[in-house]
């Protein structure tokens, strides 16, 4: 048991260097999400647009996922449908977040801003992800105005909201 758990996350690891995964829920307005995801309300909700054809919905289980896996190798004979059906699997008892799940190329990276040795991961927008809103939460501390000052850039397609869910 322990060598099959090796096995996955060794393999999870050595996928996580190439793809990273964006999360989407088709609801915000369920306050658990903003409290789980958010910062305790402190922080914000990206609001998009995507395709059907990018993002993909999440399947939920009561069960974990079972694979063959051969223990002579450090992957388990594991490939990249088994990697995507473990990104988009999740325990039923999350179902209320109704989430799609994006699997993105890793194209570039930052370091993070209070710990250099981390580096930070970003997916650009496209046709397929457009942002349309930002979605405050009630505790979020940054002023609207550095909010719009932050969205210039998208020439008023992107809408502020301060106070969800209660807009």
């Not at 325990?91 to 710990?115: F, K, Q, T």
């Amino acid at each position: 048991m322990l060598e099959q758990r090796n096995i996955l996350t060794n393999f999870v690891q050595e996928f996580g260097k190439r793809f990273g995964v964006i999360c989407l829920s088709k609801e915000w307005g369920n306050p658990l999400l903003l409290s789980h995801y958010a910062d305790k309300h402190y922080g914000i909700f990206l609001g998009f647009e995507a395709t059907s054809k990018f993002a993909e919905k999440v399947k939920y289980r009561k069960s974990k996922l079972s694979y063959e896996l051969n223990l002579d190798h450090p992957t388990g004979w594991l490939g990249n449908e088994q990697m995507k059906e473990i990104l988009i699997t999740k325990y039923s008892g999350w179902i209320y977040e109704d989430e799609m799940r994006v699997v993105a190329s890793l194209e570039r990276s930052e370091p993070h801003p209070e710990n250099p040795a981390k580096l930070l991961y970003f997916a650009n927008f496209s046709s397929e992800l457009q942002l349309l809103e930002v979605i405050a939460g009630e505790r979020f501390k940054v002023k609207k105005e550095e909010v719009e000052n932050a969205l210039v850039a998208y020439d008023g397609r992107v809408k502020n909201n301060k106070g969800a869910p209660s807009v």
